[in-house]
């Protein structure tokens, strides 16, 4: 009980460096803190539990998943999209950034926005439920987009357009949210009046796209599909 107790520790601690770590990545160069000392601390736990425990050597075995993994495992014409958030220690403000992976092996990271600009897409004081969900999803105005922040950013802005120079040429996005993006069907992000992403790109959720090189599918014996559009949730005559 002590020894799975101890390993139990050394797990949640190599957990905790990891995050700080990959924190520290996604800075610019100039603001990386520690990074040497994280990243001994980090081989350190890792060999400690590869030691003690099978468990933990079988599933560094199975996870231990690159950016050359990945990028072997795709295509030409397709890419990886993982969402991140992390705090941004200079203002405290939580930062949203996407790491962008494509067949050849190129890696692109791009902050993206604020979780303060996300939620105020989210969280509009006085709009009532139907309301918001009306304006983002209703057959008004096609996709989540039509619902404008004050100075009028949409969420194309804030997301999407970021990073859409990097996608030129790409038909298939294999990508995986992150904290708010979570609350998103991002594949239903308005580019204009007449098109969403879905209707550019052929997009596949996963859970992290380290599933990739994992050649993890989900199939499933399921051929019908039950299709409503263009909703008013304020009708209640209907």
């Known amino acids: 009980a002590q020894k799975d107790s101890t390993l139990s520790a050394q797990y949640d601690e190599l957990v905790s460096t990891k995050q700080k770590l ?4 996604q800075k610019p160069i100039a603001k990386r803190k520690n990074l040497k000392q994280l990243e001994g601390k980090k081989e350190f736990l ?3 539990l590869a030691k003690a425990s099978s468990a933990f050597r079988q599933e560094q075995k199975v996870n231990k998943v690159d950016v050359n993994k990945i ?4 295509k030409d014409r397709e890419v990886a999209i993982e969402f991140t958030h992390f705090k941004d220690n200079s203002d405290s403000s939580t930062v949203y950034a996407a790491c962008i992976i494509d067949h050849s092996g190129k890696v692109s990271f791009v902050p993206l926005t604020t979780e303060k600009n996300l939620m105020k897409k ?3 004081e006085g709009t009532k439920n139907r309301a918001f969900i009306n304006a983002t999803y209703g057959h008004q105005n096609r996709g989540i987009g039509s619902l404008e922040m004050d100075q009028g950013t949409s969420l194309y802005d804030l997301i999407w357009k970021p990073i859409d120079s990097l996608l030129a040429g790409v038909n298939r996005i294999y ?3 992150s904290g708010l993006l979570n609350r998103l069907n991002i594949n239903a992000i308005a580019i204009d009046k007449e098109r969403v992403l879905a209707d550019q790109y052929e997009m596949i959720q996963l859970y992290s796209t380290r599933s990739i090189a ?3 599918s989900y199939p499933s ?3 019908v599909v039950y299709t409503i559009g263009g909703v008013d949730y ?3 005559d209907n």
């Open 221 to 223: 014996d399921n051929k």
């Open 22 to 25: 990959y924190a520290n990545y």
């Open 234 to 236: 304020d009708n209640m």
């Open 46 to 48: 890792e060999k400690k």
């Open 122 to 124: 989210f969280k509009k």
């Open 175 to 177: 990508y995986s949210p």
């Open 71 to 74: 990028s072997n495992s795709l």
């Open 214 to 216: 994992l050649n993890t």
